[in-house]
């Protein structure tokens, strides 16, 4: 099963992680019962489904084979593309790692699949065992960007930071170029290359004049997001230059007209809120279908979304290094809390070294398990050499 724990990435509205592994059993005497025949993932929205991919890939070897997806398929209202797949090409059984999340589409796939005389079986409810458990949790780790997505109305949110080893990310003068290394730093273009979209604030685009583009060689290019409620922003700025990238300023209604104004003469889109702040931007994001969310922001706006409730997941670059400083900032502002009993714990902590750096990663809030399985929740994450991929 640990086959199937692909990244596939597809937004607007959607992700859909399903690599496939096919293993044929009517040859088995011939063949390594753990061979991997074809695999598969959907890695934008609109493009070949997984299923259809890994059937494509293994070929002849499909029929009285077994394939393994780590969601339930989820295009059951239409064309059947994916059922078809695996009902044309032979198939007997089909390994489900979680249901589908969304409530309408749950259990559709796996009913329809059944009818068709397949043998499935879901991770969880068929299939028991500790180690099934653990494939079940990484299932769910794979598709945390829909399961947050589906029960809180918001994409799934992830907080990004350097800091120094005495907790900066800056000096007092503002300077931070650079905390990290050159090998966090391509880690940085890796997960804004997985996200729908990358936020910042003003004062990031003032002090830095960030591009926010992968500049990893990938195809995916997410949309740039700027919030600034008064719209105190130079009118030179990396992220006015829409032509490869769009960008969206948010702001207050009725901020600087004129500004307003500016940004649409360059094709920046501005979006004004009567009501502005991370939450009711996290629920415009949802309302335009995006999937994932990259925060990229300072100390301020970072302690705004996380007392909103829109952060899920923090990724910590930390840096060996030390810079001091009384005004120096940290990564995370003020959040009114005045006891250690108040502190923020997260939960499914996984530590990398990236050479000098360390690269610690952890859940806000945990994964929502909307599949109706019989996880035991106490079990910890062990995927992908501790690394957790969102």
Known sequence: MSMSMTMGFSAPMKLKANAVMNYNEQHHHALDASKVFGEGYLYAQGTKPAEVQAVEAAGEYCRGATAYVNMEPEDCNNDNTSLSAFIKAGITRVVIGIRNPLQHLRGNAIQALRSEGLQVDVLGEDIRGVSMEDALKSCLVVNAPL?????????FSVLKYAMTLDGKIATSSGHSLWISNEKSRSRVFELRGRSDVVIVGGNTVRKD???????NG?????????????????????????????????TQRGARRSFQKFLASKGVEVVEFDIFNPKRVAEYLYDRGYLSVLWECGGTLSASAI??????????FVAPKIIGGRNAPSPVGELGMVEMTQALELSDVSYEQIESDVLISGYVQPIPDLTQSTIDPTLSLKIIGGRNKP
């Open 147 to 155: 399961l947050y997505r589906s029960a809180f109305q918001v994409p």
């Open 307 to 316: 007392l909103s409730g829109v952060i899920h997941k923090v990724h910590a």
């Open 209 to 215: 004049n960030p591009r926010l583009t992968p500049r």
């Open 218 to 250: 990938g195809v995916h290019l997410p949309t740039r997001i700027v919030m600034s409620q008064t719209l105190d922003l130079p009118e030179v700025a990396n992220l006015w230059d829409v032509r490869d990238v769009p960008t969206i300023v948010v």
